[in-house]
């Protein structure tokens, strides 16, 4: 498939005459860039969760670099009144399902005869839907000695 380097006239009979090969490659391109994004470093799954925080934070022997990897960049960084830096992760997640379910049943009949037609329909169904929704907040907040190792953690977490 090679483009002519003429005028537009001659571009436009080119596209004319490879319409079906512009076809397939767009609707190509179209299902390759509608597939879900794979999941980047920001994306994957949130891993503060309260049994994380206790498995992997040790007192004088997590380093920053090791926080950083396990739980991501912190929402706020700041000293403490002795000069500690301290770390806050602030997470909520809400998470809301919804149901549905129902039957119909139908029954149609028809009959017809000469210039005579008839019919008939009868139907009748019933429909439910429910829809709850419930949300989690996990607050960590970590000290880091001048060594850049953790000094000492607090955590909480909350469902309702």
């Known amino acids: 498939m090679t483009l002519p380097s003429t005028s537009f006239g001659q571009m ?3 596209i004319g005459g490879n319409m079906q090969k512009l076809v397939f490659f767009s609707c190509v391109a179209l299902s390759v860039l509608a597939q879900p994004v794979l999941a980047r470093d920001g994306d994957e799954p949130n891993t503060l969760t309260h049994g994380m925080v206790q498995m992997t934070l040790q007192v004088g022997q997590t380093t920053q670099a090791e926080v950083l990897e396990t739980f991501g960049a912190p929402n706020i960084t700041s000293m403490d009144a002795s000069g500690q830096e301290m770390w806050v992760y602030d997470r909520h997640a809400t998470i809301t399902s919804n149901k549905s379910g129902g039957f119909n049943i139908g ?3 028809g009959a017809g005869g000469g210039d005579v037609g008839g019919g008939g329909l009868l139907g009748f169904g019933k429909k439910k ?6 949300s989690r907040t996990m607050i960590l907040i970590i000290k880091f000695g001048a060594d850049k190792v ?6 909480r977490s909350s469902s309702f």
């Not at 839907?129 to 419930?134: A, D, F, Q, V, W």
């Not at 953790?150 to 955590?155: K, L, N």
């Open 12 to 14: 436009i009979h080119w």
């Open 107 to 109: 029954l149609g009949v």
């Open 129 to 134: 839907s429910e829809s709850s929704s419930s």
């Open 150 to 155: 953790v000094s000492d953690f607090r955590s």
